[in-house]
C-alpha cells in the first residue's frame, strides 16, 4: 500500500478537483474572469492517455467545466498522469496537438488563471489578506476538497480501503452559514452530488471558516477540532470515521 503520493490519484485531483474549481474561480475573482474573456470563446481540452479528460470553455469571463473529451479549439494531449502533474507544477510546458495558433491562449489567459488558482488555493496566514479573499478563498479551497474526498476514494489505495469500509448514504460536510457540498457513497465509491439533500445519512459541519481553513492548512488537527466542538457531526458513524480518514488523505495530497 502506498502511503505517499501516486501520480494517478493527484492527476484525477488536479483535473476533477482542482482545474474544475476554475469555474467558480472565475465568478468569485475579477481577474480570473478578464482572464477568461478571449476576443473569440476558446474551448480547451485536457486529456491524459488511458486516463482521465477535462474539456473546459472559456467566453465572456466565465469558465465551464465538463468532465471527458468534447469538441474543442485547443488539445493537450498528456502520455502519463507524471507528465500533466507536471504542466499544474510548472515544471513542464505542454504543447498543444491541436490549436497550436492558440498558445497565446494557453500561455498567458491559461497560465495566468492558474497562477491566481495558486493564490487563492494555498496557505492564507493571518492578516496576510483582507476579510473578503479570506472567504472566498476558503469556499473555493472547501469546494476542491470536497471533489478530492471523491477522487481520494476512488482512486488512491488507502482511500479506496478506507472507503471500503463505508456504508451507503450521504454525507453533507458544511461551514456555518457558507457552502456545503453533499457526497454519495454507493458501493463504497463516492461522487459529489450536485444539489444537497434534505435529510443526508451523516452530517460533518466546520463551526466558521477559519476552523475550516485551519483544518485545509494544517494548523489545527480533525480530532481537536472534534473534541473542542469546532467541527460537528452528526448521523451514521459507518460514514462519518471513515470521512474524517479520508479528509487527512487527502491533505496529503493537497498541502
Do not use: W
Amino acid at each position: 500500500m502506498n502511503y505517499g503520493k501516486d501520480a494517478r490519484t493527484l492527476a484525477h485531483i488536479n483535473m476533477y478537483a482542482m482545474l474544475s474549481c476554475m469555474s467558480e474561480l472565475c465568478a468569485i475573482s475579477p481577474a480570473a474572469s478578464v482572464l477568461a474573456s478571449p476576443d473569440k470563446p476558446v474551448v480547451l481540452c485536457l486529456k491524459i492517455r488511458r486516463g482521465p479528460a477535462l474539456t473546459m470553455t472559456f467566453e465572456r469571463g466565465i469558465c465551464k467545466t465538463y468532465e471527458g473529451s468534447y469538441t474543442h479549439d485547443i488539445l493537450l494531449r498528456f502520455p502519463s498522469y507524471e507528465k500533466f502533474n507536471g504542466m499544474l507544477d510548472k515544471s513542464r510546458i505542454p504543447i498543444p496537438i491541436k490549436g497550436f495558433g492558440k498558445q497565446a491562449f494557453l500561455r498567458r489567459n491559461f497560465s495566468l488563471l492558474s497562477d491566481i488558482l495558486g493564490k487563492y488555493l494555498g496557505t492564507v496566514e493571518t492578516g496576510q489578506f483582507n476579510e473578503a479573499f479570506f472567504q472566498d478563498s476558503t469556499s473555493l479551497l472547501f469546494s476542491v476538497y470536497a471533489d478530492a474526498i471523491a477522487q481520494v476514494a476512488n482512486q488512491d489505495s488507502i482511500g479506496r480501503f478506507t472507503a471500503s469500509g463505508m456504508v451507503d448514504g450521504t454525507l453533507v460536510m458544511s461551514i456555518q452559514n457558507g457552502p456545503k457540498a453533499a457526497l454519495q457513497v454507493a458501493g463504497h465509491t463516492i461522487k459529489r452530488l450536485s444539489d444537497i439533500p434534505d435529510s443526508p445519512t451523516a452530517i460533518v459541519e466546520f463551526k466558521s471558516a477559519r476552523v475550516a481553513r485551519d483544518v485545509f492548512d494544517g494548523r489545527q488537527g480533525i480530532p481537536v477540532c472534534l473534541g473542542t466542538g469546532l467541527m460537528e457531526p452528526g448521523g451514521h458513524m459507518g460514514l462519518l470515521l471513515p470521512f474524517y480518514r479520508l479528509l487527512e488523505r487527502v491533505a496529503v495530497y493537497l498541502r
